[in-house]
C-alpha cells in the first residue's frame, strides 16, 4: 500500500528566509505526486504536482518542488518566504493508474513565519 | 473563477441528530468528494462520486452516507450525530478522466457534535 510521510510538523521560518519541506512516499511504481496548501479558514489549494518528465517542477505564489525517486522524496522549497506564505502544506500521493479516490494525503507540516 | 461551496462555516449538533452537510459545485465537473480533516491525521476520503445518483466508499465511510441527487451537489450524511465524528469536512470536486486531477476544495465546514 502507499504511504506519504511529512516528518516535519511544525516549521517556523523567518521572513525573507529559504524553505523547504520534506515529503517522503512508498510507492511501488512512479507516482502522481501533489503539493497543496491550507491558508487558515480555507480548503486546500493546489500549488503543484509532479506526473512525469522533468523531475524539478514549478507552482504557483514561488514554490517548486524536485522528484528524487532514489530517496522516495518530493520536497518543496522556496527561495524567499513571504508573511503570506504562513500555513499548512500537504503533500499527496496516488498512483498512477487510479484516479483521486486512491489518493493519499500526508499530516501535513504548519509553517510559521516570523518577521 | 472555479467555485466549491459548502453550506455551513461552523455547525453544532447534539449527539444522535441526524446532520447534512451540503456542496454545491459550479465547474460542472463529475466527480465530486468528500474528507474529513483530523490534526495529526491528514486527510481521509469518506465516500466520493463519479456522477450522479453514484457513489462509492472511501476509506473511512462509517457511520457516514451521501447523496447525489444533481451533478453539481453532493451531500454528506450523519445518520446519528456521535461525539467522534466531530471533526472538519472538506468538499472537493474534479473533472472526470483517467489518473488523479486537480482537486477543487471547498472552504470545509467544522462540525462539533455535543
Known amino acids: 500500500a502507499q504511504s506519504v510521510t511529512q516528518p516535519d510538523i511544525h516549521i517556523t521560518v523567518s521572513e525573507g528566509a529559504s524553505l523547504e519541506l520534506r515529503c517522503n512516499y512508498s510507492?511501488?511504481?512512479?507516482?502522481?505526486l501533489f503539493w497543496y496548501v491550507q491558508s487558515p479558514g480555507q480548503g486546500l489549494q493546489l500549488l503543484l504536482k509532479?506526473?512525469?518528465?522533468?523531475?524539478l517542477v514549478q507552482g504557483i505564489k514561488g514554490f517548486e518542488a524536485e522528484f528524487k525517486r532514489s530517496q522516495s522524496s518530493f520536497n518543496l522549497r522556496k527561495p524567499s518566504v513571504h508573511w503570506s506564505d504562513a500555513a499548512e502544506y500537504f503533500c499527496a500521493v496516488g498512483p498512477s493508474n487510479f484516479g483521486n479516490e486512491k489518493l493519499t494525503f500526508g499530516t501535513g507540516t504548519r509553517l510559521t513565519i516570523i518577521p | 473563477d472555479v467555485k466549491v461551496t459548502q453550506s455551513s462555516r461552523y455547525l453544532v449538533k447534539r449527539t444522535g441528530e441526524k446532520v447534512f452537510l451540503e456542496c454545491v459545485q459550479d465547474?460542472?465537473?463529475?466527480?465530486m468528494f468528500w474528507y474529513r480533516q483530523d490534526p495529526g491525521l491528514g486527510l481521509r476520503l469518506i465516500y466520493f462520486s463519479y456522477d450522479v445518483k453514484m457513489k462509492e466508499k472511501g476509506d473511512i465511510p462509517e457511520g457516514y452516507s451521501v447523496s447525489r441527487e444533481k451533478k453539481e451537489r453532493f451531500s454528506l450524511i450523519l445518520e446519528s450525530a456521535s461525539t467522534n465524528q466531530t471533526s472538519m469536512y472538506l468538499c472537493?470536486?474534479?473533472?472526470?478522466?483517467?489518473?488523479?486531477?486537480?482537486?477543487?476544495f471547498g472552504s470545509g465546514t467544522q462540525l462539533s457534535v455535543l
Open positions: 472537493a470536486s474534479t473533472p472526470a478522466g483517467a489518473g488523479a486531477h486537480e482537486l477543487f
Open positions: 510507492y511501488g511504481a512512479t507516482p502522481y
Open positions: 509532479y506526473f512525469s518528465g522533468d523531475t
Open positions: 465547474m460542472d465537473h463529475e466527480n
